[in-house]
């Protein structure tokens, strides 16, 4: 069975540091890429970037490039979203999520298939 | 503001059908398949359609997806209490080289 479990809830101070994980099982963790995606408090989804543990590539959207890392550790099958100096804005629950594929004749199709159960961040002074 | 336009809510009774749109453009519907995805209050979001029209196993086949230019839409039928959630449409962006989701659609059933 496919899971991902997620780090617990974090309440942190604006300028602090934080390193939230993922841990994926019941699948080949280095075969598929990991995706982090944001929530604000109330709003819809963000896609915050992605990255392949079987090599370590990155992706990451605009608006998220230089604010965060995404990185991962294939030997404990986990990957991670870190912050080096928290905001305010940053409060939010975090899911991760599995990119799934599919492939037929016509080409590859990519969608989060699974995903962890969240982590809150509560940034607050 | 979201790059994919969806109504932001919807609502109707038990056992009847409803259509969520997802408008987009060129760079995204346009070129690349729409994926579903349902998050019930106080969950995870749940993958409900991929590739278009694809359901994943276990998923029932009240739900359907469909894709024409640069629009998408997601029907339900026979709804049910339970269908209560919200529902996001995702795409990949070549203009932003990355995935873009819709602004959701909170779903109410009277």
């Known amino acids: 069975e496919v899971q991902l479990v997620q780090s617990g809830a974090e309440v942190k101070k604006p300028g602090e540091s934080l390193k939230i994980s993922c841990t994926g099982s019941g699948y080949s963790f280095t075969s598929y890429w990991s995706g982090w995606v944001r929530q604000m408090p109330g709003k819809g989804l963000e896609w915050v970037g992605i990255v392949y543990p079987g090599d370590s590539s990155t992706r990451y959207s605009p608006s998220f490039e230089g604010q965060v890392t995404i990185s991962a550790d294939k030997s404990i099958s986990t990957a991670y979203l870190q912050w080096s100096s928290l905001k305010a804005s940053d409060t939010a629950m975090y899911y991760c999520a599995r990119r799934g594929y599919h492939y037929d004749r016509t080409g590859y199709y990519y969608y989060f298939d699974y995903w962890g159960q969240g982590t809150l961040v509560t940034v607050s002074s | 503001q979201s790059v994919l336009t969806q109504p932001p809510s919807a609502s109707v009774t038990p056992g009847q059908r409803v259509t969520i749109s997802c408008s987009g453009s060129?760079?995204?519907?346009?070129?690349?398949?729409v994926n579903w995805y349902q998050q019930l209050p106080g969950t995870a979001p749940k993958l409900l359609i991929y590739n278009n029209n694809q359901r994943p196993s276990g998923v029932p086949d009240r739900f359907s997806g469909s894709r024409s230019g640069t629009s998408a839409s997601l029907a339900i039928s026979g709804l049910q209490s339970d269908d209560e959630a919200d529902y996001y449409c995702a795409a990949w962006d070549d203009s932003l080289n990355g995935v873009i989701f819709g602004g959701g659609t909170k779903l109410t059933v009277l």
């Open positions: 060129s760079s995204n519907i346009g070129s690349n398949a």
